[in-house]
């Protein structure tokens, strides 16, 4: 809930238009029973972060290469065939959400703007369920799948490219799994390209889940200029556009 003025009779409005409390010492406090607000509709492509924003958390610049998208369910991804663990390496794919009730779907990407630094790309993604106790019952199974992978090797065609992905280091809390997933391509007649690790991470908040993936160059130097890792830097945006959502409601 905003606060819309110092004002102690703008704060008593306040408190009776929005369902408030009592009004103690010029502060309005949330009635027990207010309900925070799902997100729907035109509001969700609000929750992924901007260039700024992420420039700032990972210690680099960004620019846009690709415009968001945002939608119903036919915004997901499809990959034929559908690769094991394909949840962990890849975002927004349409069989992995395909027993869910998927309402909105926005999505955004941010791209290394061609200098010298630690991450290629970072990729985000929401999804809307109809209610909360649904968002919540798709992250539990999200996160037995992840718990699944871990350790699993699986190999993805594209073309004449050949992409082997490498799923390692699951971190499963409450609200968010993390994944490390390290994928190496191969050129017909080629040697096998640098490995290129992603970080992976799912999160819920209300009837939203968030999707991000941090993609890191496979050579690069602890010299580069940025401060993202492997570790924390998909989970850290995760938690910010879970808070984004909180905001939103």
């Not at 395909?98 to 990729?123: F, H, K, L, T």
């Not at 109809?130 to 919540?136: G, V, W, Y």
């Not at 996160?143 to 799923?167: F, K, L, Y």
Request: proline residues 8%; glycine residues 6%; hydrophobic residues 40%.
């Amino acid at each position: 809930m905003r606060t819309f003025g110092s004002a102690t009779a703008l704060m008593v409005v306040a408190a009776l238009a929005l369902g408030c409390g009592a009004v103690v010492d010029g502060t309005a406090t949330p009635a027990p029973n207010l309900k925070p607000r799902l997100l729907t509709g035109a509001s969700v492509r609000q929750v992924p972060l901007d260039d700024v924003t992420l420039s700032r958390m990972l210690g680099q610049p960004f620019v846009g290469r690709i415009p968001p998208e945002f939608g119903g369910p036919e915004k997901l991804y499809s990959q034929i065939p559908p690769a094991s663990c394909l949840g962990v390496t890849a975002m927004l794919q349409k069989s992995v959400y395909e027993s869910a009730e998927v309402r909105d779907v926005a999505s955004e990407s941010w791209w290394n703007n061609g200098d010298p630094a630690q991450v290629i790309s970072v990729m985000q993604g929401v999804v809307t369920l109809p209610t909360a106790a649904q968002a919540e019952m798709v992250f539990a199974k999200f996160s037995r799948q992840w718990q699944q992978c871990n350790g699993a090797t699986s190999t993805e065609q594209n073309g004449p490219i050949s992409t082997t992905n490498s799923v390692s280091d699951i971190r499963v809390t409450n609200t968010v799994v993390a994944a490390t997933n390290t994928a190496t391509s191969v050129l017909p007649n080629m040697p096998a390209l640098q490995p290129t690790p992603q970080a992976r991470a799912i999160g819920v908040r209300l009837n939203c889940l968030v999707e991000v993936e941090v993609v890191f160059f496979g050579d690069r130097r602890p010299s580069d200029p940025g401060s993202a890792n492997l570790d924390n830097s998909a989970v850290d945006i995760a938690h910010a556009m879970m808070d984004t959502v909180s905001a939103l409601s």
